[in-house]
């Protein structure tokens, strides 16, 4: 078990590029989750999957922002025509089904200028 | 409306204090809770989480919390803090009716003293 895997760790990027953040989860664990967290504040859901079928997206999920996981395995979130305010850590996360607390990866930290 | 309110924003105690980070949450259904630790740049590390069963439990780290129902608080103890726990604690709440998403409260830093 090798955790929860982020890639890439930092991005920076100028305002109106698209970017695309992977996530691998526990293998073992059928949920993922993607949350983004800003500057002194707790993380903010985004969406989540169980398998590859993605069961509820945050209304702050803006159609800008895009979240697949083919295979119900990794997942990418793809940011299209970034705009400052998306400047945040973007947490992934994975867990068993059932109740049970998450695994989080290490995050993504996208700077957009 | 669900939320968590974590009231104190920074806190600091001396190394070998006490601690005591406090959690409120409302929640319209029966909560599971959670509290997280998170050091600068990192993700989140589960300390503890409360499912059911006995109100006090006990987590990593030797860190407690006590769910007290009648006063919707969760909070976070510990009994003599070192250097290594200086981080900030997020405490978050959801329900097995939420398909395990999360709610998190704003967090507190909280700061060592040596």
């Known amino acids: 078990d090798t955790g929860v895997s982020q890639d890439p760790r930092h991005k920076i990027t100028k305002r109106g590029q698209n970017v695309t953040f992977r996530c691998d989860p526990i293998?073992?664990?059928?949920?993922l989750y993607w949350y983004r967290q800003t500057l002194g504040q707790g993380p903010e859901f985004l969406t989540y999957?169980?398998?590859?079928?993605?069961?509820?997206k945050s209304r702050l999920l803006s159609d800008r922002f895009s979240a697949e996981r083919p295979k119900g395995s990794f997942s990418t979130l793809e940011i299209q025509r970034t705009e400052q305010g998306d400047s945040a850590m973007y947490l992934c996360?994975?867990?068993?089904?059932?109740?049970?607390?998450?695994?989080f990866g290490s995050g993504t930290r996208l700077t957009v200028v | 409306a669900q939320s968590v309110t974590q009231p104190d924003i920074h806190i600091t105690v001396s190394e070998g204090a006490s601690l005591e980070l406090r959690c409120n949450y409302s929640?319209?259904?029966?909560?599971?809770l959670f509290w997280y630790v998170q050091s600068p740049g990192q993700g989140l590390q589960l300390l503890l989480k409360?499912?059911?069963?006995?109100?006090l439990v006990q987590g990593i780290k030797g860190f407690e919390a006590e769910f007290k129902r009648s006063q919707s608080s969760f909070n976070l103890r510990k009994p003599s803090v070192h250097w290594s726990d200086a981080a900030e604690y997020f405490c978050?709440?959801?329900?097995?009716?939420?398909?395990?998403?999360?709610?998190f409260g704003q967090g507190t830093e909280l700061s060592v003293k040596p």
């Open positions: 409360y499912f059911s069963g006995d109100t």
């Open positions: 929640y319209g259904a029966t909560p599971y």
């Open positions: 978050a709440v959801g329900g097995n009716n939420q398909g395990g998403k999360l709610i």
């Open positions: 293998s073992e664990h059928n949920r």
């Open positions: 996360a994975s867990s068993p089904a059932g109740p049970s607390g998450y695994t």
């Open positions: 999957f169980q398998n590859e079928a993605q069961l509820e």
